[in-house]
């Protein structure tokens, strides 16, 4: 089996940043399929335009735009390719820089896929950042690494507690329906729970109100529909579920400080 060094990806590297405290890797894949095989750092895999498969011991992943993977180090797995482009930004963390948070390290373990939309909006920066490189974006992607990580660890103690059902179920309805223009009695219906229980508890397991979360899912959607250049930001919007494309942007900017042009303009950039 494979042992890929540092900053070493299969495919077409389109640009290689080495910090401090991190190896960040803009990736092109063009491998129908990749082998079993592992990396010597802890890393994260972001797919930024396309779809890959990735297995490994316990599951297999079907990736998308926006999906994001945290991989352990020396956690073997494969990947494979459909046809068409297929775009990866990769951050592979210098071992002793992660060693030294020891707290992050203990409750991130093997590989697993992230899905809270917070983090994904951490790692859209991260990749904004790279793009500038100047004199402060090593200091801002750390920052912006570690507020990531503290997230997913609060994810990770979240997820070792007993949740109720009908959280799973509702983080389901409302990713399979990101445009739905759910009531709260018709979710506390279909959820079969009283509209006083899902407000009053919802905000225990989400970290944010009702509303506030399904922006969130509608503004990760929007991500991964901006590299598709054939979709206007108005079908975008409307796509997601925003009345109109002026809504569409206040919701984006009060989420991400930056028009959606601007990640439109990085996410179809070569590298």
Not at 82 to 102: D, M, Q, V, Y
Not at 173 to 188: P, V
Request: glycine share 6%.
């Amino acid at each position: 089996m494979e042992n890929l060094k540092t900053g070493r990806f299969y495919g077409q590297t389109n640009s290689t940043i080495h910090l401090d405290f991190a190896t960040i890797t803009d990736t092109e894949y063009t491998h129908d399929r990749v082998d079993w095989h592992y990396h010597d750092n802890a890393y994260f895999t972001f797919i930024l335009d396309g779809k890959v498969i990735e297995g490994n011991k316990k599951e297999v992943y079907n990736c998308t735009a926006g999906s994001l993977l945290f991989h352990n180090w020396q956690d073997a797995h494969y990947n494979i390719k459909p046809k068409g482009f297929t775009r990866g930004f990769h951050i592979e963390l210098n071992e002793s820089w992660f060693n030294s948070f020891k707290f992050y390290r203990d409750n991130l373990q093997g590989s697993f896929a992230v899905a809270n939309p917070d983090v994904k909006f951490l790692f859209y920066k991260i990749f904004r950042e790279t793009k500038i490189q100047d004199g402060i974006t090593a200091l801002s992607t750390e920052i912006l690494l570690l507020q990531a990580l503290a997230k997913m660890q609060g994810d990770s103690i979240s997820d070792a507690k007993q949740a109720p059902l009908w959280v799973g179920r509702l983080r389901d309805i409302l990713n399979d329906n990101i445009a739905g223009k759910f009531t709260l009695s018709e979710l506390s219906g279909m959820l079969q729970i009283h509209p006083v229980h899902l407000s009053r508890d919802f905000s225990r397991y989400f970290n944010c109100n009702l509303g506030e979360y399904i922006r969130k899912l509608r503004i990760e959607k929007a991500f991964s529909l901006l590299p598709n250049n054939n979709l206007s930001l108005t079908d975008i919007a409307l796509t997601c579920g925003f009345a109109d494309q002026s809504h569409f942007l206040r919701s984006f900017k009060s989420f991400n400080q930056a028009n959606p042009t601007i990640y439109r303009k990085l996410l179809l950039q070569a590298c």
